[in-house]
Antibody, heavy 119, light 107 residues
Framework: QVQLVQSGPEVKAPGASVKLSCKAS????????IHWVRQAPGQGLDWLGR????????EFSPKFRGRVIITRDTSASTAFMELSSLSSEDSAVYFC????????????WGQGTLVTVSS | DIQMTQSPSTLSASVGDRVTITCRAS??????LAWYQQMPGNAPKRLIY???TLESGVPSRFSGSGSGTEYTLTISSLQPDDFATYYC?????????FGGGTKVEIK
């Protein structure tokens, strides 16, 4: 079945940037969108943004716009999310998730990547 | 942003109970609503989309209903595997938003 495999845990200093990856397999990458959702410890789910893998079109949450960049490499069936100007409030598990391009509910999820921001 | 208000935040129930979780949107989301189940330490799993369409492989004891701004997730007979946290999510317009979650606990 569909697989989304995310990169490993990260520890970053305040003010730094982090770039996470999400490698897709067992489906046609360019036919879907990839979203990024995060979950702080003990908290709910927060959507950061998405990229349509076919044409690269992006949408972002106003909360993160200007701090988040989402890209993809179609030859590697991989999506990337870079978050800059990190603070302790960005410590969370970051998930990638798949949707069809025009209806953004998530039918498959990655395993999550823990990002810890600490001095 | 569309605000999604989910209630209750915690629910204590027994195996076999009928359970209902409510999600209210701050504006009409035209049925573009999904429900997810999340077990501790795991990614969420979609149960229902388009308010009432059951995901393939999800047991029929789960059902969704609603329209406009009011939506419900019902578990007709709670099973041990169902003790988890449930989230609603609107996908009518960007920015996508989630409810705050409902933790279903063992009474």
């Amino acid at each position: 079945q569909v697989q989304l495999v995310q990169s490993g845990p990260e520890v970053k200093a305040p003010g730094a940037s982090v770039k996470l990856s999400c490698k897709a397999s067992r489906y046609i990458f360019i036919d879907y969108a990839i979203h990024w959702v995060r979950q702080a410890p003990g908290q709910g789910l927060d959507w950061l943004g998405r990229i349509k893998a076919g044409n690269g079109d992006t949408e972002f949450s106003p909360k993160f716009r200007g701090r988040v960049i989402i890209t993809r490499d179609t030859s590697a069936s991989t999506a990337f999310m870079e978050l800059s100007s990190l603070s302790s409030e960005d410590s969370a598990v970051y998930f990638c998730a798949r949707s069809v391009p025009d209806y953004s509910s998530f039918d498959s999820w990655g395993q999550g990547t823990l990002v810890t921001v600490s001095s | 942003d569309i605000q999604m208000t989910q209630s209750p935040s915690t629910l204590s129930a027994s195996v076999g109970d009928r359970v209902t979780i409510t999600c209210r949107a701050s504006q009409n989301i035209k049925g573009w609503l999904a429900w997810y189940q999340q077990m501790p330490g795991n990614a969420p799993k979609r149960l229902i989309y388009k308010a009432s369409t059951l995901e393939s492989g999800v047991p029929s004891r789960f059902s969704g209903s609603g329209s406009g701004t009011e939506y419900t997730l019902t578990i007709s007979s709670l099973q041990p595997d169902d003790f988890a946290t449930y989230y609603c999510q609107q996908y009518d317009i960007f920015a996508l938003t989630f409810g705050g979650g409902t933790k279903v606990e063992i009474k």
